[in-house]
């Protein structure tokens, strides 16, 4: 069983489409989380929720929009994309606490061409 | 945010020991210590988290200086799997910041 698992693994689409991932996790964690991996490979914190309530928000653009619809999903539409939103982006969920460790799902290649 | 250094890359030969250092000298008395590691192709995974005492589990220990001001995660035996980016990071600001992590090749 996949602890936190991300839908679909891969996509490819063209500038100005919209576009949403899935995420979900089983562990039972309160907390979830968008990250961003860009070409650098640097990691990007982009939300947080907790028990389906917004609590980061790192200034990312209002074409990006999370959804958490229930503790266990948290998806993250994007609209009108474009090329430089082309990232690997992870999700992740933990406890919610600073003392317990993040579990990641394996990551969705976005690719806008 | 509170930020780390770490080098960027390090070498092991496989089943020796690698000691990665972390120096994280703004760190604040609440801030706990996570690291992570990335794989090729896959997401970052969980390695170990302190505060103020060393710590181990069945991936590694974390060792913790008196300061705070460093730490320095071991690998006791690294084996060709371990090769990947590690991170160090500071639990702070209810999130973890991830910065450039160290790139550790395991040499047969």
Excluded at chain 1, 42 to 60: A, D, P, Q
Excluded at chain 2, 13 to 42: A, F, K, M
Excluded at chain 2, 49 to 65: C, F
Aim: net charge neutral.
């Amino acid at each position: 069983d996949t602890a936190v698992s991300q839908t679909p693994k891969y996509l490819v689409t063209q500038m100005g489409n919209d576009k949403s991932i899935k995420c979900e996790q089983n562990l039972g964690h309160d907390t979830m989380y968008w990250y961003k991996q860009d070409s650098k490979k640097f990691l990007k914190i982009m939300f947080s929720y907790n028990n389906k309530e917004l609590i980061i928000n790192e200034t990312v653009p209002n074409r990006f929009s999370p959804k958490s619809p229930d503790k266990a999903h948290l998806n993250l539409h994007i609209n009108s994309l474009e090329l430089g939103d082309s990232a690997v982006y992870f999700c992740a969920s933990s406890r919610g606490a600073h003392d317990y460790g993040y579990t990641f799902g394996s990551g969705t290649r976005l690719t806008v061409v | 945010d509170a930020k780390t250094t770490q080098p960027n890359s390090m070498e092991s030969n496989e089943e020796e020991p690698v000691h990665l250092p972390c120096n994280h000298s703004t760190i604040s008395g609440t801030d706990y210590i996570h690291w992570y590691r990335q794989l090729p192709s896959q997401g970052p995974e969980y390695v170990i988290h302190g505060l103020t005492s060393n710590v181990n589990n069945r991936m590694a220990s974390l060792a913790i200086a008196e300061d705070r001001k460093s730490s320095t995660l071991i690998l006791h035996r690294a084996t060709l799997r371990d090769a990947a980016v590690y991170y160090c990071i500071l639990w702070t600001s209810n999130k973890l910041t991830f910065g450039g992590g160290t790139r550790v090749l395991v040499k047969p």
